[in-house]
């Protein structure tokens, strides 16, 4: 019972940090290393509270989570699904309804997971396909698709055998050679750095709870962390200025999206933080603090991870 108090206590925790690193603002300074503690969190939290449970529920075993687990197969496999591993050490009610409640949240956390990666793909390779057949190339805008439509739209679509960046004519009339090279370079970092896939979790949990107004929060902030990355790779290649004049005439013509794509920009507030990041930098978060952040990450997953070995 002294894991499943601990890895209870932790699952809160993750929701206190979680809400208290949403309103901070020293992630700007470094939003990779805070992207990093995102997801720390985020799976802290599924294994904490998946853990929780289970230690509960399979407490009569007395072996811990993993330990009970192979106890509750075995129990199974001899006596079918009868929950009651001995006559001396009966489930009780509660405890059966924790572990069908763990076996639950893994599936719906599973299943959100895949549901989500496979919508992607799917959309991603139809979106490919329709490239194909409208898209067009430009001597001029070397390593962009060319989108004939009229609204300012600059995206990209990553994939595992073709990766592609898009922009729209819009785009073309409304953003100069040098910021058109900005946006590209943006894009461009997407694409080597696989920010889909560093999103696709948040994305997972956000289509697994769609009541939860939360977890629409954390995934937009997460988004624009990510696209802050994508920030500072592009300005290691083109002048900060040029990206954030682009984000700027972005901001009145800017068209939908499609699902699956990251794009260079998104809502209204979200481009002025970074226009204003751009233009007006913070420093940068120091080699300790971002040591000391990426420790506690580290401490938090082989802490939570451990309880599910105490056999207690």
Known sequence: MVSAALLAAIAIGCFAAAARLRRASWPYRGPYVAVIAWQALGLAWGVSTIGA???FGLSVYGQG???GLLALVGDASAHGFYLTGAAESPF???QVAAILFALGLTLVLFCGLTASFVQVVRTRRRHHDLLELVGRDDPGVPG???LDHPAAAAYCLPGVLRSEVVISAGALKVLDERELAAVI??????????HDLVLLPFSSLKRAFPRVR???GYYRTVALLIEMCADDQARRERPPKELATALM?????NAHTPVGALAATSEQTEVLARVKRLLSPARALTRAQSAAVLCGAALLMAVTVLLWHVPV
């Open 53 to 55: 449970l289970l230690a």
């Open 65 to 67: 989570v993993f330990g």
């Open 92 to 94: 009780a009610p509660v």
């Open 144 to 146: 962009a698709r060319i």
């Open 185 to 194: 370079a943006h894009e461009h970092a997407h694409l080597r750095q696989r």
């Open 214 to 216: 939360l977890m629409e």
């Open 249 to 253: 005439r972005f901001g009145a013509n």
